[in-house]
């Protein structure tokens, strides 16, 4: 670990990413599924709160000069006490500020970083 916890800070857009997530994995894949993902969610909030340059983190090419760190949801997985989401598919995108980390986005790992960041 890099010095003490870091406040996880999380923005509006990443809390309605959050909830619009958890409905979508309810609805395709059962509550117990929506569940799974809350709980790998929350164990990525606490480890990069834990240390923002963990392994798996990476600094996306293009948002470098922004500030962006991204944290693929799988690099938590095996630290997720219960049962396990099999593929997650999101990752979190977050700045880091004096002993804070301000997710601003919690992403499919398939969508184009660079217009959700520039929009």
Known sequence: ????????????????????????????????AAQRYDALISQALIDIGQDPHRPGVAMPPGLR???????????????????????????????IKPSVVEVSRVLHDRRDLARHILR
């Open 65 to 95: 000069s922004k500030g962006f760190y991204i944290y693929h949801l799988s690099s938590s997985r095996d630290r997720v006490v219960g049962p396990k989401v099999r593929s997650p598919r999101h990752f979190l995108l977050y700045r």
């Open 1 to 32: 670990m890099n010095g003490p916890p870091y406040e996880i800070v999380v923005a509006a857009m990443a809390a309605r990413d959050i909830a619009k997530i958890l409905d979508k994995s309810a609805t395709d894949f059962g509550e117990e």
